[in-house]
């Protein structure tokens, strides 16, 4: 059954370590635990077992128990499905027939969207300062003891610097080659550090690692000279000849992953900060950081690979200080906006004075009109003259006004009286605020105010 169950998934194209392997590994303890063969086994075995790693496992997380009961329920699914046979060579040989021991009542009910570890945060920016101090502190530390390691020790911070400057994953990182750093032309001020072609990102089951492109932000530009130090002053040094890491070892090696915790379990415990905090944990910073840079939610999506904006925004813990600060830009600009004088915007009208002219030539009907306008060469109705008389007229031809100032004995001024009307016009309030100022400069930066 495990041979079969094997096969089927490496025809998925699973990972064996990753996948497979602890898969059977957990089979395999469940078999042992219940002392039973597959096609004897009971929902209240699998109970039994999982209440069991419980007891003896005061850490046992949520997830973890998801997911071995779906790699539980998937044995049995195999092992119950028709087309492979086994349920009639079980009741044949056995008389029993292996079942589904899984269902809705003994599985854990997935209710939230995340259930990783609540330690997994972002370090705060004198964490990170504090972290690369220490990196940075060990390497003259062992040089004042005269003891060999200060060169893995340089290397040791430069790589975690770069973890936190491009947000990537521990396998990221050490996946590393000399070719995958590149320009940006939009940015040629930091030379061949302009992007990082990351190809070992985590890929989906069954498929390949995915890949992406990180770029080198403003905040984050102290990453060049880390970068071009390590690669002309430091690295040589290990001698690797045509070895393509980045991070390579004194065996002219590729660094490895334990390699890579070792070196931010060093810095963390140099630096005094809490144990909870892994390597991860980088990766965090660098996506909480950038909101707090204020880049826009898909950039920062796109930097850290991820698929939907619901996995950033997991990654995602920003400080009471950066919410402090939006509401106070946000009251900034409403205070503005309710403050700011408004604009005058300079607009042109008229008066109509022509039943003042008339009735000061005693001419109060204004059908008296229609005849003179008549012997003027204007035909005019009866109804056209009322509304000539009693409304400002929009359009006039220039024949009726030379006959209307000739019949009143006026200059057209008298007539028509030019005016100015202010109207007052608000700003917008994206117009209320200028660009924030430039954050400080130090070893590494953080927004203003944080």
Not at 219 to 229: G, Q
Not at 232 to 250: I, M, Q, S, Y
Not at 320 to 345: C, F, G, M, S
Request: some cysteine; proline content about 6%.
């Amino acid at each position: 059954m495990l041979e079969g169950w094997t096969r089927q998934q490496r025809t998925r194209f699973l990972k064996w370590d990753g996948t497979i392997k602890p898969r059977l590994s957990l089979v395999r303890r469940f078999a042992e635990f219940s002392n039973q063969y597959p096609w004897q086994w009971e929902p209240a075995e699998v109970e039994a077992f999982i209440d069991h790693l419980r007891a003896t496992n005061t850490n046992f997380a949520v997830s973890t128990g998801r997911n071995y009961q779906n790699h539980l329920r998937m044995f049995c699914d195999f092992i119950t499905d028709p087309r492979y046979g086994w349920l009639a060579i079980c009741h044949e040989r056995f008389g029993q027939v292996p079942v589904q021991i899984l269902h809705e009542w003994n599985t854990v009910t997935h209710v939230t969207d995340y259930e990783g570890d609540p330690s997994r945060r972002p370090l705060t920016y004198d964490e990170i300062q504090a972290l690369f101090d220490a990196a940075d502190g060990r390497v003259e530390e062992i040089r004042k003891l005269g003891r060999k390691g200060a060169l893995t020790a340089m290397r040791d911070s430069a790589m975690l610097k770069s973890y936190y400057a491009y947000g990537m994953r521990r396998r990221e990182g050490i996946g590393l080659d000399l070719p995958d750093f590149r320009r940006n032309p939009k940015a040629p001020q930091y030379g061949r550090h302009g992007a990082v072609f990351v190809r070992w990102r985590k890929s989906s089951k069954g498929s390949p690692p995915k890949r992406r492109t990180v770029f080198t932000v403003p905040e984050m530009d102290w990453i060049v000279d880390v970068l071009d130090h390590y690669l002309a002053e430091v690295r040589p040094r290990f001698d690797p000849g045509k070895h393509p890491a980045l991070w390579v070892t004194e065996r002219r090696g590729r660094v490895s992953r334990r390699s890579a915790n070792d070196a931010f379990v060093a810095a963390r415990n140099a630096a005094g900060l809490p144990e909870e905090l892994k390597l991860h944990c980088l990766r965090h910073s660098n996506i909480t950081h950038l909101v707090e840079f204020d880049y826009p939610e898909k950039f920062v999506q796109d930097q850290a690979g991820h698929d939907y904006a619901s996995t950033t925004a997991i990654y995602t813990g920003v400080s009471d200080e950066y919410r402090n600060r939006l509401l106070q830009k946000k009251l900034t600009q409403r205070h503005a906006e309710l403050w700011e004088e408004p604009e005058v915007i300079k607009k042109m009208g008229y008066r109509w004075h022509l039943r003042r002219l008339m009735a000061e030539r005693e001419m109060f009907q204004t059908s008296d009109l229609v005849p003179l306008l008549a012997e003027r060469g204007i035909t005019l109705s009866r109804e056209q003259v009322f509304r000539l008389v009693t409304q400002p007229p929009q359009r006039l031809s220039m024949d009726t006004f030379a006959a209307l100032c000739d019949i009143l004995g006026c200059q057209p001024g008298d007539l028509v009286e030019i005016q100015v009307t202010n109207e007052e016009i608000r700003k917008t309030a994206g117009e209320a605020i200028g660009p924030l100022p430039a954050v400080r400069r130090t070893s590494i930066r953080r927004p203003e105010g944080l």
